[in-house]
T-cell receptor
Framework: GAVVSQHPSRVICKSGTSVKIECRSLDFQATTMFWYRQFPKQSLMLMATSNEGSKATYEQGVEKDKFLINHASLTLSTLTVTSAHPEDSSFYIC???????????FGPGTRLTVT | GQNIDQPTEMTATEGAIVQINCTYQTSGFNGLFWYQQHAGEAPTFLSYNVLDGLEEKGRFSSFLSRSKGYSYLLLKELQMKDSASYLCVIMDSNYQLIWGAGTKLIIKP
């Protein structure tokens, strides 16, 4: 099946710094990528949907200036958490889809800890 | 290698019971999740098992046997709204999520 990777798998950063998380589709071209946030034992919360070459669509309550999403190519999307705070500590998961009628494949997640 | 197997598709009748199986081979184990995903929506958390045994939550139950690398999700009193994909997800020793391909459950009246 299709593979989606994320890098880094785990990151610790200091409060006030920015951290970038990469999401790659390894064997298919992802026209759409999704970014989720997950709190322990809870459902994935969709943060934003990004289509290659266009601006991301953010869900209500998600600050677009804080969570910068770039989907510059058909195989790469990045999420940058700017001026991170301890409450941003979470598990961030991306998923990718080749087209509207295609399966959605999930990445392994990135655990962010802000100290 | 890491591998999660679950049936691609299952069909059941409204009011009946269905069991969705999941077998896995992963590098380490830190828990197994079941998620429900309706088309076009984000996955919804259903259950988390880290110890062997059965966890019951309303109409849904999840079972885990770590020695067998096996889990199942049991849905009782099926309703039409239960038509969805059910994802078996393992957290490995590095706390990374390994996603199964999902089982599409079709409920018929």
């Amino acid at each position: 099946g299709a593979v989606v990777s994320q890098h880094p798998s785990r990151v610790i950063c200091k409060s006030g710094t920015s951290v970038k998380i990469e999401c790659r589709s390894l064997d298919f071209q992802a026209t759409t990528m999704f970014w989720y946030r997950q709190f322990p034992k809870q459902s994935l919360m969709l943060m934003a949907t990004s289509n290659e070459g266009s601006k991301a669509t953010y869900e209500q309550g998600v600050e677009k200036d804080k969570f910068l999403i770039n989907h510059a190519s058909l195989t790469l999307s990045t999420l940058t958490v700017t001026s991170a705070h301890p409450e941003d500590s979470s598990f961030y998961i991306c998923s990718a889809r080749e087209g509207q009628d295609h399966e959605q494949y999930f990445g392994p997640g990135t655990r962010l800890t802000v100290t | 290698g890491q591998n999660i197997d679950q049936p691609t598709e299952m069909t059941a009748t409204e009011g009946a019971i269905v069991q969705i199986n999941c077998t896995y081979q992963t590098s380490g184990f830190n828990g197994l999740f079941w998620y429900q995903q309706h088309a076009g929506e984000a996955p919804t958390f259903l259950s988390y098992n880290v110890l062997d045994g059965l966890e019951e939550k309303g109409r849904f139950s999840s079972f885990l046997s770590r020695s067998k690398g096996y889990s199942y999700l049991l849905l009782k009193e099926l309703q039409m709204k239960d038509s969805a994909s059910y994802l078996c997800v393992i957290m490995d020793s590095n706390y990374q999520l390994i996603w199964g391909a999902g089982t599409k459950l079709i409920i018929k009246p």
